[in-house]
């Protein structure tokens, strides 16, 4: 592969956008040189004066053109698996925005064929785990200096949502990230879910949507875990994080309150596409893999149920790890 990285994004929403403008004004050793979207008209408005780009609607004939040496997948969660396996197949280096999939069966899927490839090639778009606060909290508990990890407080809180946001949307929108947070923090699995909803906000309209809620979880050596989520807080974006170990409690976020996640994150998607930039030209793996992916979105399953049958606790069911993660 040559020094510099030729990469096609899938999808030219909000999400394909914003990477496409990063990858062309802020990513070094690398260049768009395809997006593809069934939009043609929306792919032509992404790429508007970036020279080189090319448009494609069909995305196989994008990864046939010999001008794309790795894809960035910004498409909804239902089309990921049409997209990634043909790329594992031909062994393409992926970043693919979250979820892996949206069901863990097909997540299962990408999974074996990854595993079937012998490479890991998939980086799953988990920027969080390139966030400073989280990468500061990350070290010292791996440093061992602060005692055993004993419970995490997670904060979600998002200024509104659309009116079709359901409580569905809470789990595999919006929590999706603290279930890989946690697998982050902990270097474990989570083992069960649980929703608990108490007094409704008015804000919240949809009357599927439980808001504010609790989410509890546990992970395998029994670390408890509470999320507080309020997405129709009225007053901005937040993510804030308390580590409570033996010696200490370790926090993030507290003071970081913005319009939206793309103003809270834009350095951590910045690392983040950088680090998969940089890993893909040196042929390795960086970030969130794979396993990863399928493993929070089995998480999401058991919390589904779990916001299904309020107050109920869920347990989450994983295949063995491959060896390939191990």
């Keep these: 592969m040559s020094s510099e990285l030729r990469i096609a994004v899938i999808g030219a929403g909000r999400m394909g956008s914003d990477h496409i403008s990063r990858i062309h004004d802020r990513m070094k050793r690398a260049r768009l040189s395809a997006v593809v979207d069934v939009n043609e008209e929306a792919a032509t408005q992404a790429i508007e004066g970036i020279e080189g780009a090319k448009v494609y609607t069909d995305f196989i004939e994008a990864l046939d053109s010999n001008t794309v040496d790795a894809i960035l997948i910004a498409t909804p969660g239902f089309l990921h698996e049409t997209v990634l396996i043909p790329a594992i197949e031909r062994g393409l280096p992926i970043l693919c925005e979250k979820p892996l999939t949206t069901d863990s069966e097909s997540a299962w899927r990408v999974v074996e064929a990854e595993v079937k490839a012998g490479k890991k090639l998939v980086q799953v778009g988990f920027n969080r785990r390139f966030d400073a606060g989280y990468q500061d909290i990350k070290a010292k508990l791996d440093s061992g200096e602060y005692g055993e990890l004993l419970q995490l ?70 670390v408890l875990v509470t999320v507080n989520t309020h997405v129709v807080s009225n007053y901005g974006y937040q993510v804030t994080t308390r580590a ?71 347990a989450v069911t994983l295949k063995e790890k491959p060896d390939l993660y191990q």
């Design 153 to 222: 407080s997670l904060e979600h809180v998002n200024p509104d949502v659309p009116e079709w946001y359901t409580g569905r949307n809470l789990i595999d929108d919006t929590v999706v990230h603290e279930f890989d947070a946690v697998r982050y923090f902990t270097n474990e699995e989570v083992t069960t879910v649980q929703v608990r909803a108490g007094k409704k906000s008015a804000h919240a309209l949809n009357p599927e949507l439980k808001d504010p809620a609790l989410v509890l979880m546990e992970t395998t050596s029994g």
């Design 244 to 314: 409570v170990t033996e010696k200490d409690h370790l926090t993030a976020g507290i003071d970081q309150i913005t319009e939206g996640f793309e103003e809270r994150f834009r350095d951590s998607y910045d690392r983040e596409v950088q680090a998969w930039i940089d890993a893909a030209l040196a042929g390795e793996q960086v970030g969130p893999s794979a396993w990863d992916g399928y493993a929070a979105t089995a998480c999401c399953e058991a919390g589904i149920e779990a916001v299904e049958s309020i107050g109920s606790t869920v």
